[in-house]
C-alpha cells in the first residue's frame, strides 16, 4: 500500500474542501466568518475510534460522513446552524491513497449537503487505531440557544424520527443478529450513516424548553436533561417510536426488547416542550412519548409497570 505525505495530503486533498479565510490551508490558522449582530458562535467536538465508534472495515467515506454529522447532530441539539469545521486525524498504515480519497470524498459529499467548510486542523501517523476528530462550528442567536436545563414539571417529551436502528445495525455487522436483506440495510444504514437533524435544531428555538440529541442511547440521554433541568421524567414505553425494520430485528433476536432504549448512534433530537407548544413542521417526524414530572430520573412505563434497564446507555468509561 501507499500514501502520500502529509503536505501532499493537504495540498491535493484537503485544500479543494477549505472555505473563505482557511488561505487553502497554507497558514497555521484561519480567520473565521464574521457573525451576523446579534449571533453567537457555538463550537462542539467529537471523536471516533475505530473499533469503538466504527468498524475498521467500514467504508471510508460513510466513516467520514459519520463523523461530521455526529458533530452537526451536536450543533442541531443546541439550535444552531451549521457554518465549518476544523479536523484532525490520526491515520494507521492501513490507511493509503485510496482510502484517504474516499474518506475526502465522504467530507466533500456532506460539505456539499449541509453547506458548510474545512478550516484547518492536523493530520498525524499511529500504528492504530485509526482516532479521528473534528470541531464543528455553528452560529446561533445569542441567548437563544437550547440547553438541556430548561425542563420543567408538566412539559412534555418528544423524539425526532425512530430510536433502536443503529444499535441493532451494529449487532448486524458484527453478525450476531439475522434480518431479512431489506431490513438489514435500513439498520446498516442508520448505524453507518446518521441523519443530523440540522433544520429541526434551530426551528425548535421558541418552542423547546430542553434539547439533547440521542448519541449514547435514549435513556440516558433523557437523564441529562432531568438531571440538568432538576426534574424527573416518565417515558410511555409503548409511545417510543421504533421503525418496521427495528420491530422484525427484536422479534428475531432474543433479549432486545429494550434496545431501542438504551442503544446509542441514532442522534435522534429529544426535547421537552410546553404542551401547548405548537412544533415547527420540518419533513422530520416528532412524537410525544412522556412527561416531565417533579423527582428525579427518568423511568419507562408500560403497562405492568416500571420497566428495568440494566443500564441507561453506552458508557466509555
Not at 464543528?136 to 440557544?145: H, K, Q
Request: hydrophobic share 45%; with cysteine; proline share 5%.
Amino acid at each position: 500500500m501507499s500514501r502520500s505525505g502529509e503536505f501532499e495530503i493537504i495540498e491535493r486533498l484537503l485544500a479543494p474542501l477549505a472555505g473563505e479565510g482557511a488561505f487553502s490551508l497554507s497558514d497555521d490558522a484561519a480567520v473565521l466568518p464574521e457573525l451576523s449582530h446579534g449571533e453567537a458562535w457555538v463550537a462542539t467536538k467529537d471523536a471516533m475510534v475505530a473499533g469503538v465508534h466504527f468498524l475498521a472495515d467500514d467504508p471510508p467515506d460513510l466513516i467520514a460522513r459519520k463523523l461530521v454529522r455526529v458533530n452537526l447532530s451536536d450543533l442541531a441539539a443546541m439550535g444552531a446552524s451549521p457554518m465549518g469545521y476544523l479536523l484532525a486525524f490520526a491515520l494507521s498504515p492501513d490507511c493509503d491513497d485510496d482510502w484517504l480519497e474516499a474518506f475526502v470524498a465522504g467530507l466533500a459529499e456532506d460539505q456539499r449537503i449541509f453547506g458548510i467548510a474545512l478550516y484547518g486542523g492536523d493530520t498525524v501517523s499511529t500504528p492504530g487505531p485509526v482516532t479521528l476528530s473534528l470541531t464543528a462550528l455553528g452560529r446561533v442567536e445569542r441567548g437563544r440557544e437550547l440547553r438541556r436545563n430548561g425542563a420543567r414539571a408538566g412539559d412534555a417529551v418528544y423524539v425526532s424520527g425512530s430510536v433502536g436502528d443503529a444499535a441493532l445495525g451494529l449487532k448486524c455487522l458484527q453478525e450476531e443478529l439475522a434480518v431479512s436483506a431489506g431490513y438489514r440495510k435500513t439498520l446498516v444504514d442508520r448505524y453507518r450513516l446518521p441523519e443530523a437533524r440540522v433544520r429541526l435544531g434551530p426551528a425548535l428555538i421558541g418552542s423547546a424548553t430542553a434539547c439533547q440529541d440521542v448519541s449514547d442511547g435514549l435513556a440516558a440521554d433523557l437523564g441529562h436533561i432531568a438531571r440538568r433541568s432538576g426534574a424527573g421524567m416518565e417515558i410511555e414505553a409503548d409511545l417510543v417510536p421504533i421503525s418496521q425494520a427495528a420491530r422484525a430485528a427484536i422479534a428475531a433476536g432474543s433479549g432486545l426488547e429494550t434496545l431501542p432504549f438504551t442503544g446509542g448512534d441514532d442522534y435522534e433530537l429529544v426535547f421537552t416542550a410546553p404542551v401547548d407548544a405548537v412544533l415547527p413542521d420540518v419533513g422530520v417526524p416528532l412524537t410525544r412519548i412522556g412527561r416531565v414530572v417533579a423527582g428525579d430520573g427518568v423511568r419507562f412505563m408500560s403497562r405492568g409497570g416500571e420497566i428495568s434497564l440494566r443500564q441507561a446507555g453506552w458508557r466509555h468509561f
